[in-house]
């Protein structure tokens, strides 16, 4: 499928006779990728694309200077948090996958010097790399970013980008992040253990399963997730239930994405589910993206201070969430969140009294 999806794009760059190497005539390095592959590259990069969204989300927080095109056009919504030199940059779509959407004439127009995946390590992620950087003829190398491994991938692009210093105030943010969940998890008793369904779209019915990608929070802030299936998709709301299924769950904590069920829930088919007549729904905080996953990047690291203190307020109970957030805001998206924009964002977010 990769090798059809990627053949696709060329083909749809053809009409282009632009022809680009990146290493010609320039000074390399070898950079070892989380594939365990060597690629060589020029020595001083300072033109990058990422492979898709979750690549795109993790390289605005490093290098934003450095992106020569996005996976796809920020949202009118996404473009306050988004510096404004990148709202008109090429888009290149998904590179592999699925959902592959590579415009081949646009990447090889911006002149990238390397493209960059990152998120979780999938069981072919090495010949993956090896045909985009075949058929694209660009360096690609992939740095496994999911929460555990999230700080390492900050310093091996830092130290490849010549931007260390930036790597490591991230690096560190989200080391103390894990670390803290990990110390908070250590408390919960197995009696008090907290079931959440992940739902998304506009039923809420599309969920995020027990050991996908897409819900690695639950996991880690010491919570279960309500939904365990015997096949695993790591694609945003890939297990579909009905209404039946929820009740059967009966899950102690619903959490929906944005543009869900949740003004409905005390007036349709959801209102008899125990979580919804204790107030216990939620809707993710969304901007610049949904604070869980939708893709699973950075925006991981808010929703574990978030998830965690809506969940165990008695555990995580030594940090104002809306402190974290203004010092993760400033950190990650080089943004100064206000008081207000944190209101609105958080108005269907928090514990109900």
Known sequence: CLAVCLTAGLLAGCGSQHTYDPNADVATKKVE????????????????????????MFLITIAPDMLVGLAATPSRAQRDFI????????????FYGAKSTLNMEAL???????????GDRKA???ADMDSIQKQTGIPTV????????????????????????????????????????????????????????????????????????????????????AVITDTITDKGGGTQLNMESVYTIEPDVIVLSAGGPYERMETSEWNKLQAVKDGKYYEIPNLPYNWLSAPP????????????????????????????AKE?????????????????????SLYKN
């Open 33 to 56: 990728d989380d594939a365990g592959r060597t690629v060589e590259m020029a020595e001083t990069i300072t033109k990058i694309a990422p492979s898709g969204a979750t690549a795109t």
């Open 83 to 94: 510096p404004e030199e990148l709202w008109y940059l090429p888009t290149f779509g998904q």
């Open 142 to 225: 992939f740095f496994e970013a999911d929460l555990p491994h999230m700080a390492s991938a900050y310093r091996k692009l830092g130290e490849m980008l010549g931007r260390q210093e930036q790597a490591e105030k991230l690096a560190q943010f989200v080391e103390k992040t894990v670390a803290m969940a990990e110390e908070k998890r250590a408390q919960i008793k197995p009696e008090d253990v907290v079931t959440i369904m992940y739902g998304t779209g506009a039923s809420g019915l599309a969920v995020n399963a027990e050991e996908s990608s897409q819900a690695q929070v639950i996991e880690l802030i010491g919570a279960k997730n």
């Open 108 to 118: 090889i127009d911006a002149e990238p010097q390397v493209i960059i995946d990152t």
């Open 328 to 348: 993760y805001y400033q950190l990650f998206w080089h943004y100064d969140l206000s008081d207000e924009e944190l209101d609105e964002m958080l108005a269907r």
């Open 297 to 324: 990047s950075v925006n991981m690291v808010i929703g574990v201070w978030w998830l965690g203190q809506l969940v165990y307020p008695d555990i995580y109970n030594d940090y104002d969430i809306r402190e974290v």
């Open 124 to 126: 072919n992620i090495k």
